[in-house]
């Protein structure tokens, strides 16, 4: 029997066929420039960064780098000031912005979330010397 509906996140995932995890495919439900977005970003990561449940938020981080894009251009074009008023364009690129940061933290695309914490500060020198460093004298 056919299912009709909506796809599984599991069945969006492209098979394996050289042994690596799959990846995840873009749904149908993207714009054009949405899906560019979202194969670039995939392909770019490792075959494991993705998971099917992360699938939710990545649509979401395409969708607002996507309206980000049309937003920042209609300021480029139009101006951020329209008759003596600020373009609502400026909200929409605020708030996709906004969007942008905290899905790119959450998806582990933003540098400082792919630091590990642990050792981040190993490699910095300290302010001062160690304390088994010091000379007698």
């Not at 066929?17 to 995939?42: H, K, M, N, W, Y």
Request: charged content about 25%; overall charge positive.
């Amino acid at each position: 029997m056919r299912q009709r509906g909506r796809k599984s996140a599991d069945n969006l995932a492209t098979p394996i066929v050289d042994g690596s995890p799959p990846r995840l495919d873009a749904p149908p439900t993207l714009t054009d420039p949405e899906r560019t977005l979202f194969v670039q970003i995939v392909e770019a990561c490792a075959p494991t960064h993705f998971v099917p449940s992360d699938l939710p938020l990545l649509i979401r981080y395409v969708e607002a780098l996507a309206l980000a894009d049309k937003a920042a251009g209609h300021l480029h074009t139009e101006g951020a000031v329209i008759n003596g008023k600020p373009s609502p364009w400026l909200v929409v690129l605020e708030k996709c912005q906004r969007a942008v940061v905290a899905l790119s933290m959450r998806l582990r695309l933003s540098p400082q979330s792919r630091a590990d914490p642990k050792t981040l500060t190993r490699n910095q020198p300290l302010p001062f010397p160690k304390p088994w460093e010091k000379h007698a004298g």
